[in-house]
């Protein structure tokens, strides 16, 4: 493999055990990479690879009862793997540095961005108060923080997402370390944010030629910055080489499997589409108001302001918007988990916005919900086969039956029927969330309400997800609202699209349409801003 | 069954089963050992322990066997132990239950009484009931079980707050499921480890409850138990010791067995706390 020259981090052999009793034994078994001063090496793979014990491998900061059991971590002449605590703390921070996914839990929360990004230097320098002060300004001017003053005083709940994750760079960068180690940074970031973070990677470490090492899972992220790129699988690494090598002529078939399984950025020929409306969403509206007392210092959130919206009979209707947008207050507002403030949602005739609870539940069968965590969705002491009957069982169905019924729809979602008898957690995430739509046909929906969806899945899950969700809508003839963060995503599943932004609809319209020739700025900021766009839209040229 | 074999990998855990063990034998062997009345006369007051085979333990200030006292109030601290703790936590979980799930103003009303009844001091509030309700076996269990239930509510309470807007609670109520439904299926068995664990807490309170009532000789006289022992030796603290201290032995025994218990159950149950 590709012993660089001019390395400065570099894995040799690298192997992590695993505590026994784990799925395999060895979390790294054997991973060789080196990167090099200016430049950015993405590893990419899906969870459970092994990147993220690579990334805390080379820190020394495995937990407990994992261990390195082999193979070297070379930086700047040294093993790391058998470098001491008080050598490694030289390491961290100066050296090598970490941004982590999370900015709010990386940070401490109850202490001002400034005194954190400070605290660098009073640890591995003597300089006076006041210059540690220009030090964290220069610093958040560095990583563009608007007005950093302001920024220097604030605590980590008082800025976004995007705003801390800089925050959190400028940490990484404060003792211009040569190798800055990128854990999923941008994973937890909107799609527009996402973008500038990247930017704002990809400038730093020009300007500073630091050595990136940047873990991923998203191949769109791996084209939009990465100069070479490691895929790693079950802990090996299986192909690395050059960006462009690498995407466009893949050798390896796991390669070759996760680039197809990239979602194209292109709709798929648009479908004749009945003008039967099924649901009719009319001026919905929702506001919370909170704090304040007798009306004074309240504050009102205007979470959806007057929607409209129309579903065709058998058509996918997908509502996209970054975080904030109010789509999911809609989701929750259509089957109403929440009680909408004004507006009708029109079912069959019946306005599902003005009925009684008591006949919410009795009417619950038309309109089904899948939830996004396929973890936290599942009842975790409840067997599948009963989940999955449960409904059936509320509306008068025995019981005998009902399980007999959760057994075809486990072969229907394709799922073992013998398994009915095992617990959640003996599932993968993309078998719980085939239960967690299960559960939802179970009552036979007309309309399935699906909230994120497969957005917690894998890429290669999350294309066999929604394929299944796609012959699923052509059987049973389902309408689905479909909600989602990635546009992606979207773009692949749905007929109809309709794009929010603080609570109202800026653009809908045919996928195609909204995607082809997008009308709104914001529906353009979206689109321009996912990663790795070029790559999505000639990798789709390509598979058509 | 994971959770069976986290309990047995832990030897504090084992060591308290084994105690607890040991007096739930007293107790289900005291009428085939000591076939006799324990509080019947059986030789002259005050014999030493160890000094007459036939009384192993000595005798107390009225002459009875000490040693059947001990193995009949295995009995009565097990038996208020455990059905003053099921009252309590019964009561705890309802309350708990319905002020976590529907918060508002459900949540402030029960939410106040289970704070009045914190505000006074437990063993006050057993005084009182029992002064009114007088001091039999049956009143003495209900009065424990009553002062014991605020802490298991606010416990419920918490769990239910934090369980209810979870996707699965959400998932139940998309699927048509009543309230109650989702209080009883869904919320409460995930809710339940942390109160199980608190119930040893309530049982070794409750059985130290009990027997300071015995010891102010507030409690059911009319039956052997330790407290009732530890009460009656007052008299002789400073020379026949003895009496007073074998009954505060067993009692030291029981409610350390009942708390190893319970801190194995922590352990067991909630297996992400332990690796700290």
């Given amino acids: 493999m590709s012993e660089l020259p001019n390395a400065i981090l570099t894995l040799d052999r690298l192997s992590v055990k695993l505590p026994a009793g784990a799925d395999r034994s060895h979390a790294l078994a054997g991973v060789s990479l080196s990167v090099a001063a200016n430049e950015i090496l993405c590893v990419v793979g899906e969870s459970g690879s092994g990147k993220s014990i690579m990334a805390n491998a080379i820190m020394q900061l495995l937990p407990r009862d994992v261990s390195i059991d082999g193979g070297r971590v070379m930086f700047e002449g040294r093993d790391l793997a058998s470098a001491t605590t008080a050598e490694m703390r030289q390491v961290r921070g100066a050296g090598i540095a970490m941004i982590f996914q999370e900015p709010m839990t990386a940070l401490n929360p109850l202490r001002t961005i400034g005194d954190q990004i400070g605290e660098m230097f009073s640890i591995h320098s003597d300089l006076s108060k006041a210059a540690i002060r220009d030090k964290v300004l220069a610093l958040l001017e560095d990583v563009r923080i608007p007005d950093p003053k302001v920024a220097a005083r604030a605590y980590p709940h008082e ?49 500073k030629k630091t050595a990136v090492l940047f873990i991923t899972h998203d191949f769109g992220v791996v084209a939009e910055i990465a100069d070479r790129v490691a895929v790693m699988q079950h802990g090996s690494v299986v192909e690395q080489g050059d960006v462009s090598a690498v995407l466009n002529d893949p050798q390896h078939p796991y390669t070759r499997q996760l680039i197809a399984a990239v979602p194209p950025l292109t709709a798929p020929a648009p479908r004749k589409l009945s003008d039967d409306i099924i649901l009719t969403i009319d001026e919905v509206s929702k506001t919370y108001r909170t704090g304040g007392f ?7 959130t205007h979470a959806v302001k007057a929607v409209s919206l129309k579903l065709p009979r058998g058509a996918t209707l997908g509502i996209v918007g970054e975080s904030g947008s109010g789509k999911s207050t809609l989701a929750r507002c259509i089957v109403r988990l929440i009680d909408p403030d004004a507006g009708s949602i029109v079912l069959e005739g019946k306005d599902w916005a003005k009925m009684t609870r008591e ?18 969705s599942l009842n975790p002491r ?28 486990f072969a229907l979602v394709g799922l073992d029927p013998s398994a009915i008898d095992r617990f959640p957690h003996e599932f993968s995430g993309g078998q719980r969330q085939r239960i967690g739509l299960a559960r939802a046909l179970a009552l036979r929906p007309d309309v399935l309400v699906a909230d994120e969806a497969v957005s917690a899945l894998d890429v290669s899950v999350q294309a066999q997800v929604l394929k299944m969700l796609d012959e699923l809508r052509e059987r049973l003839g389902l309408s689905i609202v479909f909600i989602t963060h990635d546009l992606r995503v979207a773009a692949q599943i749905c007929d109809l699209v309709a794009v929010m932004k603080d609570g109202e609809v800026v653009e809908h319209g045919l996928a195609g349409d909204v995607f082809g020739d997008p009308q709104h700025p914001y529906t353009k900021a979206l689109l321009a801003s996912i990663p790795g766009g070029d790559f999505a839209r000639s990798h789709a040229s390509v598979s058509a | 069954m994971d959770a069976a074999r986290r309990y047995f990998r832990s030897p504090a855990a084992v060591v308290g089963l084994i105690l607890l063990l040991v007096v739930v034998v007293m107790a289900a062997s005291a009428g085939w050992l000591y076939p006799r009345d324990p509080l019947a006369l059986a030789g002259r007051p005050l014999i030493w322990p160890f000094s007459n085979p036939r009384l192993l333990l000595g005798t107390d200030n009225s002459g009875r066997d000490i040693a059947a006292q001990i193995f009949y109030g295995a009995r009565i601290s097990l038996l208020i132990g455990g059905v003053a703790t099921a009252i309590a936590i019964v009561i705890g979980v309802l309350i708990g239950a319905f002020a976590g799930y529907y918060g508002g103003w459900i949540d402030n009303i029960l939410m106040r009484i289970t704070e009045a009844f914190q505000t006074l001091p437990n063993f006050v509030l057993l005084l009182v009931l029992v002064a009114v309700f007088g001091s039999t076996l049956t009143t003495v269990t209900i009065a424990v079980g009553v ?17 209810r807007n979870r996707e699965f609670v959400q998932a139940g109520r998309t699927l048509g499921m009543k309230d109650i439904q989702l209080i009883l299926g869904e919320i409460l068995p995930n809710a339940l480890p942390p109160v199980i664990v608190y119930a040893s807490v309530v049982m070794a309170v409750a ?19 330790w407290g009732n022992l530890i009460g009656l030796g007052r008299d002789v603290l400073r020379v ?13 025994v029981t409610v350390l067995a009942v708390s190893l218990v319970g801190q194995g159950l922590n352990d067991a149950l909630n297996p992400r706390l332990k690796s700290r």
């Fill in chain 2, 207 to 225: 059985i130290l409850l009990e027997s300071a009532l015995a010891f102010l000789r507030l409690s059911d006289p009319n039956v052997a138990s």
């Fill in chain 2, 240 to 252: 026949q010791w003895y009496v007073s201290a074998i009954p505060g032995v067993a009692i030291l």
């Fill in chain 1, 382 to 409: 409840r067997k599948a086969g009963d989940l999955v009957a449960q409904g059936p069982i509320v509306h008068g169905t025995p019981r005998a039956k009902a399980i007999a019924d959760a057994k075809e729809l």
């Fill in chain 1, 294 to 300: 007798l009306g004074r210092g309240a504050r009102v």
């Fill in chain 1, 359 to 376: 006949n919410v539940r009795r009417e619950t069968q038309h309109i089904q919900m899948v939830f996004q965590d396929p973890f936290a």
């Fill in chain 1, 159 to 207: 800025l976004s997402g995007g705003q801390r994750q800089r925050a959190m760079i400028a940490m990484a960068l404060a003792l211009d370390p040569r190798v800055l180690i990128a854990d999923e940074p941008t994973t937890a970031l909107d799609v527009t944010t996402q973008a500038q973070i990247l930017k704002l990677i990809r400038e730093l470490q020009i300007r």
């Fill in chain 2, 147 to 163: 002062v014991s239930w605020p802490a298991p509510a606010r416990l419920t309470r918490a769990e239910f707050m934090s369980l």
